[in-house]
T-cell receptor, first 113, second 114 residues
Framework: SAVISQKPSRDICQRGTSLTIQCQVD?????MFWYRQQPGQSLTLIAT?????????ESGFVIDKFPISRPNLTFSTLTVSNMSPEDSSIYLC??????????FGSGTRLTVV | AQKVTQAQTEISVVEKEDVTLDCVYE???????LFWYKQPPSGELVFLIR??????QNEISGRYSWNFQKSTSSFNFTITASQVVDSAVYFC???????????FGKGTSLLVTP
């Protein structure tokens, strides 16, 4: 199955700053997914990123707050902008490998102080 | 719209007990996939199983077994002779051709004590 390298694994950031999370996949994939997992909660889909087009955001998430780049079929970034303590969460990227299901990055544990 | 319900928020068992985690789903799709993932305290998501809607055979993998019943829209997960290392949050998830991403249940936190 596809292997995803996600970084950083964790970070502590000051409120008002931005953090960019990167995911690199070892194979070409059409869609990449970005999830947020708030403390003690389940995973919530932020957006779906296709190469060559703008990401599709879920209700409650906007591009200005969570801009996403997808420059090629193996790489994507998610930026958490103008952070506040409420953005403290685990952020995960995911891809679907045909016939194999979904693979996840190891997650980025973000703490905003 | 699809929906996944894990009614058990937290379960606590003593080591060597058997434990079953429940998962109920709702869908109008005829073709879909069900998943179980494990999330240990370290935070990564570990894939456990994927089952498609046309395969209702139960599956066993070591101490893990899964019971898929379309008649009750359930995909339950049993751990036999639980161990402390089984302590984690377990997520049931749904995927169909009508949507692209996984739809997760709220998760069940399992604590296995010595």
């Amino acid at each position: 199955s596809a292997v995803i390298s996600q970084k950083p694994s964790r970070d502590i950031c000051q409120r008002g700053t931005s953090l960019t999370i990167q995911c690199q996949v070892d194979s070409q994939v059409t869609m990449m997914f970005w999830y947020r997992q708030q403390p003690g909660q389940s995973l919530t889909l932020i957006a779906t990123a296709n190469q060559g087009s703008e990401a599709t955001y879920e209700s409650g998430f906007v591009i200005d707050k969570f801009p996403i780049s997808r420059p090629n079929l193996t790489f994507s970034t998610l930026t958490v902008s103008n952070m506040s303590p409420e953005d403290s969460s685990i952020y995960l990227c995911s891809v679907e490998a045909p016939g194999q299901g979904f693979t996840f990055g190891s997650g980025t544990r973000l703490t905003v102080v | 719209a699809q929906k996944v319900t894990q009614a058990q928020t937290e379960i606590s068992v003593v080591e060597k007990e058997d434990v079953t985690l429940d998962c109920v789903y709702e869908t109008r799709d005829t073709t879909y996939y069900l998943f179980w993932y494990k999330q240990p305290p370290s935070g990564e998501l570990v894939f456990l199983i994927r089952r498609n809607s046309f395969d209702e055979q139960n599956e066993i993998s070591g101490r893990y077994s899964w019971n898929f019943q379309k008649s009750t829209s359930s995909f339950n997960f049993t751990i036999t002779a639980s161990q402390v290392v089984d302590s984690a949050v377990y997520f049931c998830a749904f995927h169909s051709n009508s949507g692209y991403a996984l739809n997760f249940g709220k998760g069940t936190s399992l604590l296995v004590t010595p």
